[in-house]
């Protein structure tokens, strides 16, 4: 009869996997009911000049009774002076996954905080989990259609239909772990503090190629018997982590990492329990999940997030003002060449947007103080060309390498056939005059039908594209607060802070997938990963790296994720709405580059897919016509995806752009000026007047907004809210200009539903509810 079962469910299984055998991602994060965001806090102040570690603790303190431990990558913002401390719960010695407290501190208070630490009886623990896949699966198919007409082209989404969605998540995987179990010879024989058979259980449910599950569930225990471990202990002075380092699982590319914690289960009563669980750290081909496992039910995938998001300008001299400060600033490297590029200049979306032109050294000397092209050899990629540099200035006691290629220390762009995340692959030499001249001749192969190789032709300039665009995306990103403390990517931070050798590997035409990008963010000091694909959405078919705002988007993604919970946690845009926001402020930002004066209306993707409306339901547009999104749609069918959420979100964003230019004015340049040769920067026409000691304050409503973005994923608590979001928004306006725009931005966001009377009730863990547009704004603005 066992032996029946068995095959029983190896053949349920193989059912569902015939036919569906493309990339997934399993996402499966609960919304805590307990959570909190508290944006006007009754707290004690300590003195102006308090250590904000020292405010940290008193806060603490008198917060909770629960030990706790101040993570290492809190840091101060070098622009507002506000200090953002992370801190991690802890229960029994272990680890509360997601019991955090992030707080905003200045002037010697707590400004704001998020909270989502465990508040129940340490002995009340729920010893098997009543939220896992499968309970969301279960209550996913109660409130969605099982047909779906939702066909619009969506990256990441097989065909856009809830039907393949479901079955390649849902369907397929748990098949895969029932038969799993049923081959599982052993399982009563379980050992709670093994980690193996849950990180084989996860692999069985996550990995996307059906010869590869087929094989686990068939050989079970004797892929269970060559599993090896071996223990990892790190000790620092905040903490103490002991890891289980697993290896030998078939589908991982490195050894999986284990650890026990606790993570927190909703209870009905509005609460939550402590389960004890594995967190595992599994990097797959096209995936990377930190995964939670029930460490009593190993089969239980409790929580998952993947680390891999889908996706579907002349600077001004500038005088210098007498009110100007010095940075942190690095004195630009001297050398007797500087690399120049033929490409599509930065703010020209794709090839029907404008002509390329030669951008000679278009890098911020602050940003990028060595330039693009330079690596320091102590943290120089292992894989590096080695043929393709040469010492800078031919000095051979030089510490940095220079390279001719599309190789540096904020980028490794690269063609690889095999699709690899590692640092390796072709990428072409410019020579050591360092131009990146390469033709783009796009032409249809009369010799090829599906004329899918027109793009490889071109590859030296798809590279040449990429790098550029991915390089001034950092330095942009980088002079309004995402630098190195912060969690930014770079092999060599400079002695800034934070933890280098994280530079973006970026894959141009990558294999493995079509009419898709996506980007993969670890915890800072880890490579981010982009991909960008071919789209066989035209004749010739095109390269995904050459529409500007999907690039842009990917690399927003690293952005976010950074920022948001701070730069060593990776998990804290995983619920519905807050994955959402990750997608819309990667459509946000890429409108808001490519943006003129008069803000016209903008598609998203319309270049690779070949369609003037672009992949979202609606263009951006400040016009409810065109646009008609409001907080409230996210009820409407078919907003299940987080990219439609994320629609939505980007929609309002751009709203209160559009808002803040016609208050402010736009600005023609998003870059800061850049600093003189003795490190001051002037104000120049960017800023507005300050006074020592005041922040920064971009003068234009374009620029102003992407900087109160910004700084808003610095101050919003984990898995955020709209609201969160809204309120993070709102309050970094005061943190900048003392909240000068307090009630143009409580406009903006009313307009779209997201006033002081919109509300939420959440009718489950997953982010389902009903939600209630708020039109209303605040006493003081009527």
């Not at 569906?20 to 959570?35: C, E, G, M, Y």
Request: with cysteine.
């Amino acid at each position: 009869m066992t032996r029946l079962i068995h095959y029983y469910f190896i053949s349920l299984w193989l059912v569902f996997a015939a036919a569906h055998s493309a990339r997934k991602s399993l996402r499966v994060i609960p919304r805590l009911p307990t959570a909190r965001h508290v944006t006007e806090p009754q707290v004690t102040s300590l003195a102006l000049d308090a250590d904000p570690f020292d405010v940290a603790r008193a806060f603490l303190q008198s917060h909770t009774n629960s030990d706790f431990f101040i993570r290492n990558d809190s840091y101060t913002d070098k622009n507002t002076g506000v200090t953002h401390v992370y801190v991690r719960q802890r229960v029994y010695g272990l680890e509360v996954a997601d019991g955090n407290i992030n707080l905003n501190i200045r002037d010697g208070r707590v400004m704001s905080y998020g909270d989502s630490f465990f508040r129940g009886d340490n002995l009340s623990f729920a010893s098997n989990s009543s939220i896992s896949h499968a309970t969301y699966c279960a209550q996913f198919i109660s409130r969605m259609p099982m047909t779906s007409s939702y066909s619009q082209l969506v990256l990441s989404e097989l065909s856009g239909s809830f039907d393949d969605w479901f079955v390649h998540h849902c369907t397929r995987p748990l098949a895969a772990v029932q038969a799993g179990i049923a081959s599982d010879s052993r399982k009563d024989d379980h050992n709670i503090r093994d980690p193996r058979r849950a990180a084989l259980y996860f692999m069985i449910s996550a990995h996307p190629e059906s010869t590869v599950v087929q094989g686990l569930i068939i050989n079970f225990d004797a892929t269970l018997d060559g599993m090896t471990v071996s223990h990892e202990h790190l000790s620092t002075t905040q903490v103490d982590q002991s890891f289980i380092i697993i290896s030998g699982l078939p589908g991982a590319v490195r050894a999986v990492k284990a650890r026990e914690v606790y993570i927190q289960i909703p209870s009905e009563t509005q609460g939550t329990q402590l389960h004890p669980s594995w967190r595992l750290e599994v990097e797959m081909q096209d995936n990377w999940y930190e995964a939670y496992v029930s460490a009593n039910e190993p089969s239980t995938v409790v929580s998952v997030i993947d680390w891999a998001s889908d996706s579907p300008i002349p600077r001004p001299d500038g005088h210098v003002n007498a009110l100007e400060a010095k940075l942190n600033f690095i004195p630009p490297l001297k050398r007797s060449k500087s690399a120049s590029y033929r490409v599509f200049k930065f703010g020209i979306n794709d090839p029907e947007s404008g002509n390329r032109t030669m951008e000679s050294a278009p890098y911020d000397t602050l940003a990028s103080p060595n330039g693009w092209h330079a690596i320091s050899r102590a943290n120089e990629p292992k894989n590096s060309p080695h043929w393709d540099k040469y010492n800078v200035d031919h000095d051979s006691d030089s510490d940095l390498e220079l390279f001719m290629s599309t190789w540096g220390n904020n980028v490794l762009a690269l063609a690889d056939a095999k699709g690899s995340k590692k640092a390796m692959g072709y990428h072409p030499s410019a020579g050591p005059k360092m131009h990146f001249d390469y033709s783009y001749n796009p032409e249809a192969n009369p010799d090829d039908v599906l004329d899918s190789t027109s793009p490889k032709q071109y590859i030296d300039f798809s590279l040449t594209q990429i790098f550029y665009t991915s390089n001034m995306v950092h330095d942009l990103y980088y002079r309004y607060g995402f630098d190195e403390i912060s969690g930014n990517f770079q092999q060599d931070n400079y002695n800034r802070g934070g933890r280098d050798k994280d530079a973006v590997i970026a894959h141009a035409q990558a294999r493995g997938g079509r009419n898709n990008a996506n980007f993969m963010t670890p915890p800072d000091g880890q490579n981010g990963i982009c991909r960008m694909y071919i789209w066989d959405t035209a004749t010739p078919f095109r390269d995904g790296g050459l529409d500007a705002g999907i690039l842009i988007h990917e690399l927003t993604h690293g952005l976010s994720v950074r920022l948001t919970g701070g730069p060593a946690d990776s998990k804290c845009l995983g619920t519905s709405e807050s994955a959402g926001m990750s997608e819309g402020w990667g459509d946000f930002f890429a409108t808001t580059i490519r943006s003129s004066k008069d803000h016209p209306d903008y598609p998203m993707g319309s270049w690779a897919a070949n369609d003037k409306g672009g992949i979202r339901n609606y263009l951006y547009s400040a016009n409810m016509t065109v646009n008609p999104s409001t907080y409230k749609t996210l009820d409407e069918p078919g907003y299940w995806s987080i990219h439609y959420i994320g629609e939505v979100w980007a929609e309002i964003l751009w709203v209160v752009s559009v808002r803040l230019v016609e208050k402010h004015g736009f600005s023609t340049t998003l870059f800061p000026p850049e600093p003189l040769e003795d490190g001051i920067v002037p104000i120049g026409d960017f800023y507005l007047p300050r006074l020592q000691g005041e922040p920064y304050v971009p003068k234009h409503g374009n620029t102003l907004m992407i900087q109160l973005v910004i700084l808003g994923m610095k101050l919003q608590p984990c898995d955020p809210l709209f609201f969160n979001a809204r309120d993070a928004i709102i309050e970094a306006d005061k943190h900048l200009t003392g909240g000068a725009n307090f009630c143009d931005l409580w406009a903006a966001f009313s307009s779209r539903g997201l006033g002081i009377d919109a509300t939420v009730r959440f009718d489950d863990p997953w982010g389902d509810g009903i939600r209630t547009n708020g039109f209303s704004i605040p006493a003081e603005c009527q």
